[in-house]
Nanobody, 117 residues
Framework: QVRLVESGGGLVHPGGSLNLSCATS????????MGWFRQAPGKDRELVAL???????RYGDSVKGRFTITRDNAKNTVYLQMNNLQPEDTAVYLC???????????WGPGTQVTVSS
C-alpha cells in the first residue's frame, strides 16, 4: 500500500507564506496526476492545485495568482508554494496522487494550515 507523506503546514499571519510538500512512500510506483485539495470545517472538499507528470497544472479559482504547484517526478514529490495567505485559506490540506495508468487514488492524512493574526 502506497502512503503519502505530507509536511509543511502550520500557523501563519495573514499575508504570510508556507510551502507544503508531499511524497509517496514508494518512489518506484508510477504516478499520474498529483496535487492538493483542502477542506475547512463545515465546507466541502475543494481543489487547490493539481499537476500532471508532464507539468500541466490546474488551480482552484480562489488560489490563482497566489499559490504555485511544482513537482519532482524522480522523487514522486509535489510542492505547493502558498503566498499572501488569508484567513479563508485556513483548512486541512490533503495531498492526492493517482497511480498510473489505472488511476487508483491515494490520499494523504492531511496537514493543517491556519492563517490568523
Amino acid at each position: 500500500q502506497v502512503r503519502l507523506v505530507e509536511s509543511g503546514g502550520g500557523l501563519v499571519h495573514p499575508g504570510g507564506s508556507l510551502n507544503l510538500s508531499c511524497a509517496t512512500s514508494d518512489i518506484a510506483v508510477s504516478i499520474g496526476g498529483m496535487g492538493w485539495f483542502r477542506q475547512a470545517p463545515g465546507k466541502d472538499r475543494e481543489l487547490v492545485a493539481l499537476t500532471t507528470s508532464h507539468g500541466i497544472s490546474r488551480y482552484g479559482d480562489s488560489v490563482k495568482g497566489r499559490f504555485t504547484i511544482t513537482r519532482d517526478n524522480a522523487k514522486n514529490t509535489v510542492y505547493l508554494q502558498m503566498n499572501n495567505l488569508q484567513p479563508e485559506d485556513t483548512a486541512v490540506y490533503l495531498c492526492k496522487a493517482d497511480r498510473w495508468p489505472d488511476g487508483t487514488p491515494y490520499w494523504g492524512p492531511g496537514t493543517q494550515v491556519t492563517v490568523s493574526s
